[in-house]
């Protein structure tokens, strides 16, 4: 039978022009092939296939314009009797009722097990004064724990949650609590054991502190200018130890392996393992800090200075735990897109209490919770102290992250008191303890662990009488010893184990440790820990008899490493233990396949010109995504990144051709189903819609452009933002990315500050180009047209992805509609360069001014260029400059060779190549600040001038913008003629005839001052 393919629904378009047919009469359809792609002003977006068939006929053709309801082909095919419910309301139908099934499981409860040998512990409680009946008070609890004993925990919470729905429905207005006691969250009876042989695990940390403290001093006694960090480490080392024993997995043949996101200022501390691992030696490790030669250590995890072992930057505080949480996301994204096996791998970010206070810290926990990420572990290392002193003097930093992470959905588990306590926490009949612990402030914690066991013995036990009691059998020694959670091997591990195996939630591990442990008096848990990096003898004798380091005093003094014999027990069993768990961590390795760059006839449509059509470089952009979505290398690598503004950008269409990613697929029939655009959320999807979050997408596009290493799997991601939201918001998380290595675009859309019209002061971007040049291994270009676009982002997925340099791209596209022209021939190279000669007017041979145009000014330039001949009878040369920032880094190589090779030839900058040889000064202009056309300023030799966007941006037309910012056609002729009458080529009075002509108020304030 034939069949009809009509167009569908696109939205509130009309009269939409069809730009490809991608079928020919006679091929096979199947559903969901692309057909036709249909553009409107802002967008385009392919339309797939809704019948199958052999193609009878094709009725539209290019430039036809079509509307909703209009015939596109017919097929001879058969109609599918059975779809009656369109798939989408299927797919919602089925899993609607799979959810039924699974709740009525739920339903099923099972009454729990009687526990048998569960521990009768008594649940006392501690009279409060606003206690009215204690008697009736005690009655409640008594309940309460005989339910707990005989029905467990499960079924006391179950019932405490009744109670609470019960009172809320009468009316009662239940006290607010984020927080749980100040004990641990696991209590000892669940604890699971270490397998671990503990003694040859002390030893082998002791030595581990030893040399990581031992590396710093020695750096420092050499060099004192150099620093590093003693105490960091000091109070992590056991939650280090614990993970490197036991848990962290490395990557191997046959796994992934784990990713671990380690705190900066505790790097000693790899180091120290390293060398014990063998992968370090002595001479490294004196060249801490010393990184300008080879084989230095990096002063923190910075990948770019050590790219076989640091695998993610952290030190600028806040930046390791949002890209821990984006990490551990786009691992679940590329395990539901099916790119990479589910190995149940985790990301273990390491994170300091003080750091905390980093907005970025907090601000994406709430994604992690939602996105059920339980593949993310964080370890906070609680030692209560940052740089200047305590983290929450008056508070508790563990009960506020405690409330804030179970506020956000996190599994959170405490671990606060070490082994030491359990004892007395048990024998805790009157709640006192708890009490005391509860009601403690940090600053004492903190001052407690300064002082001494009689000063604890006094200030804190001492608080109560029953607690004072509860010590009075024990000397003071053995209340020093009274030990905290983070520094329990027994305790992390438990909680560890805990966390590997949560389901469902990521986890946050909350340890309680001491800033500077074992440092004593030189350092143990004072104010001044952070920046302690020198020890002298007496703290460096305490320090080797606090951890039992076998060296002499001698040996002590001379600062000396220590490393047991390669067959010592230490070493066989540190060793065996990274055996067992797939290699060494941290390292770095690369085995991705490059990705085949696409042949140049893709791009074949951006070489020709558009005619009558006019359209943006960001249009121009996601014409380009879309073709590139047909090739077969780069179609699955590309990862679409967009901060909520698909819509500004005409990417809505690729919501239905490869979906959003959304880890549970889409619940809900979208508002807007029926069209060809409708918001499609799939568990596939591929575009990371990441809500109005730049900081969160640029996470994402670090994850992607690092997946080559991190997931040995090389993708492409490309993230599109407004470009003054981009890296002047972002610009840490951007030198982040250079250090990194991250390969990918980034789009600095509806950019320029005069060419986004209508926006305002804080839309209009007019200096990210500068931004983007401060990043080393960034690339950027500000194409005018589309030619120029294609060129440079086939040159980018050439440079990255295939041959794998580790650069990353930023392209600025606009919003602006003008028609493009037809690729000169031969430009390629320049428009790579930095420059090409667009346009040469030489009719009248006798005056000459070089233009150079950047960007959306290029036309400007080209229509001044006109006037100049028409009107004024003097010549020019036009030159597009695609990236000033690129001829500035050509002209600053060559410049400092030959400055350095005297003797040698001279070489000679690609824009002395250009404009050596030309007539007449230089006018430059961009759609950015002057400084940005200035930059090539020391390397042309002649007269040189430029023209920008200084000052604070506003709303208004472009045509108005322009003027302000004395960026458009009739300023460009102004001051060009100006330029020439001041290198004296011609009078003055046609300077003076222009400023009148085009109404140039002479007194108007430079624009950096409105
Ligand atoms: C963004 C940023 N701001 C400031 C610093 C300087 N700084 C380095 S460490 C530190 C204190 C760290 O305290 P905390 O997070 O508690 O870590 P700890 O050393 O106590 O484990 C500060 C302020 C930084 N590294 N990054
Ligand atoms: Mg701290």
Redesign the pocket.
């Known amino acids: 039978m034939n069949l009809e393919l009509l167009v569908p629904d696109i939205g509130d378009f009309d009269q939409v022009e069809v730009i490809e047919v991608l079928v020919k009469k006679g091929d096979h359809l199947k559903k969901n092939d692309a057909v036709i792609t249909l553009e409107s002003d802002k967008s385009s977006v392919e339309v797939p296939s809704t019948i199958e068939g052999s193609i009878k006929d094709i009725i539209v053709k290019v430039g036809d314009k079509v509307s909703k309801g209009d015939v596109i082909l017919s097929v001879v095919g058969i109609e599918n009797k059975d779809e009656k419910i369109p798939p989408l309301t299927e797919k919602i139908i089925k899993e609607a009722e799979n959810t039924i099934q699974y709740n009525d499981n739920l339903n099923q409860i099972k009454k729990p097990e009687p526990i048998e040998n569960i521990k009768k512990t008594n649940i006392e409680f501690v009279s409060n004064k606003d206690d009215i009946d204690p008697v009736e008070t005690k009655e409640w609890v008594e309940s309460l724990t005989a339910v707990v004993q005989q029905e467990g925990s499960e079924r006391a919470n179950f019932l405490i949650k009744q109670l609470i729905d019960h009172a809320y429905r009468q009316g009662s207005k239940i006290p607010y609590t984020q927080s749980t006691p100040y004990i641990n969250t696991i209590p000892p009876e669940e604890e699971t054991k270490s397998p671990g042989d503990q003694n040859i695990e002390r030893r082998l940390r002791s030595l581990i502190r030893w040399n990581a403290a031992a590396m710093v001093v020695r750096a420092n006694k050499k060099f004192p200018e150099l620093g590093g960090?003693i105490?960091?480490f000091a109070?992590?080392a056991t939650l280090y130890d614990v993970g490197m024993n036991h848990f962290w997995r490395a990557k191997s043949d046959n796994f992934g392996g784990d990713l671990i996101y380690f705190?900066?200022?505790?790097a000693p501390g790899m180091y120290a393992r390293a060398f014990l691992e063998g992968r370090l030696n002595e001479k490294q490790l004196d060249s801490f800090r010393q990184e300008v030669n080879k084989g230095g250590l990096s002063s923190y995890p910075h990948p770019w200075l050590m790219p076989n072992f640091w695998q993610f930057p952290t030190?600028?505080?806040?930046?390791g735990p949002m890209l821990a949480i984006y990490q551990a996301r786009f691992m679940k994204y590329l395990i539901n897109r099916g790119l990479i096996k589910d190995e149940g791998r985790k990301v273990w970010a390491f994170?300091?209490?003080?750091?905390?206070d980093?907005p970025e810290s907090l601000g994406a926990i709430g994604l992690a919770a939602r996105e059920k990420l339980d593949n993310l572990i964080f370890v906070v290392?609680c030692?209560l102290?940052?740089?200047?002193g305590p983290?929450r003097g008056n508070g508790k930093i563990i009960q506020e992250l405690e409330g804030i992470f179970r506020g956000a959905g996190w599994n959170v588990i405490k671990v606060i008191w070490g082994s030491y306590w359990d004892s007395l926490l048990a024998n805790d009949k009157s709640g006192h303890l708890v009490k005391l612990m509860n009601e403690t402030v940090d600053g004492e914690y903190q001052a407690f662990k300064a002082r001494d066991g009689l000063y604890v013995r006094e200030k804190f036990f001492g608080k109560f009488p029953e607690t004072f009691q509860m010590v009075s059998a024990m000397s003071d020694k053995d209340i020093w010893r009274l030990n905290r959670g983070g520094h329990d091997p027994h305790k992390v591990y438990a909680a560890y184990d805990k966390a590997v195996k949560n389901i469902g939630s990521p986890t946050v591990i909350i340890a309680k440790t001491i800033?500077g442990y074992g440092m004593g008096k030189s350092g143990e848990s004072v104010n001044t820990t952070?920046q302690q990096k020198k020890l002298d003898v007496d703290d460096l004798m305490y320090y080797r008899d606090r951890f039992d380091v076998p060296l002499s005093d001698q040996q002590v003094k001379n600062i000396e490493y220590f490393k047991p014999d390669e067959n010592s027990p230490e070493i066989k069993y540190l060793k065996q233990r990274r055996y067992d768990l797939g290699g060494f961590i941290p390292e770095r390795t690369t085995f991705s396949k490059p990705i085949k760059t696409p042949e140049k006839n893709i791009f074949d449509t951006m070489t020709k010109s558009t005619g009558e059509k006019e359209m943006s470089t960001t249009m121009a952009l996601v014409r380009m995504l879309t073709s590139l979505l047909r090739d077969k290398h780069v179609a699955k690598k590309l990862v679409p990144i967009i901060p909520d503004e698909a819509r500004t950008f005409g990417m809505e269409g690729f919501f239905q051709k490869i979906g959003i990613y959304a880890h549970e697929g889409q619940k809900y029939e979208p508002e807007d189903a029926a069209q060809l655009s409708s918001y499609r959320e799939e568990k596939s999807g591929q575009v990371l819609e990441e809500g109005i979050n730049e900081a969160g997408a640029m996470s994402s596009w670090i994850a992607a452009g690092t997946s080559y290493t991190n997931h040995d799997i090389e993708m492409i991601p490309i993230y599109l933002f407004y470009s003054m939201f981009g890296f002047q918001r972002t610009g840490?998380f951007a030198w982040a990315a250079g250090d990194s290595q991250a390969r990918g675009f980034l789009i600095g859309a509806t950019a320029g500050r005069t060419t986004l019209a209508g926006e305002g002061l804080q839309h209009q971007d007019g200096h990210s180009h500068l931004l983007a040049s401060t990043i080393p291994n960034c690339i950027s270009y500000d194409p005018t047209f589309h030619y120029e676009l294609a060129v440079i982002f086939r040159e980018g997925l050439k440079r990255m992805h295939e041959n794998n340099e580790n650069i990353f791209y930023y392209i600025t596209t606009m919003n602006e509609n003008y028609s493009h022209p037809e690729m000169p021939k031969g430009c390629e190279d320049g428009i790579l360069k930095g420059m090409y000669r667009i346009k040469d007017f030489s009719k009248h041979k006798k005056n000459k001014i070089q233009l150079l145009g950047s960007g959306a000014i290029l036309r400007e330039m080209i229509s001044a260029a006109e006037i100049l001949q028409n009107d004024y009878e003097i010549d020019s040369e036009i030159w597009s400059v695609t990236s000033f920032n690129e001829l500035r880094r050509d002209g600053l190589e060559v410049e400092r060779y030959n400055l350095l090779n005297p003797d040698k030839e001279k070489k000679i900058t690609y824009l002395e190549k250009c404009l050596g040889k030309t007539e007449g000064p230089i006018l430059a202009a961009s759609d950015y600040m002057r400084m940005n056309s200035d930059q090539i300023r020391p390397y042309v030799s002649k007269s040189f001038y430029s023209l920008g966007t200084d000052g604070f941006g506003r709303s208004d037309t472009r045509k108005n913008l322009r003027k302000f910012f004395e960026v458009d056609k009739e300023h460009i002729v102004t001051y060009g003629l100006s330029i020439l009458a001041n290198e004296q080529l011609i009078a003055s009075k046609y300077v003076k005839d222009a400023i009148k002509k085009y109404k140039i108020d002479q007194a108007k304030p430079m624009p950096t001052k409105l």
């Open positions: 960090h105490g960091t109070s992590a705190q900066g200022h505790s030190v600028s505080m806040g930046l994170l300091g209490d003080g750091e905390m980093e290392n030692n102290q940052r740089l200047d983290v800033k952070h840490d």
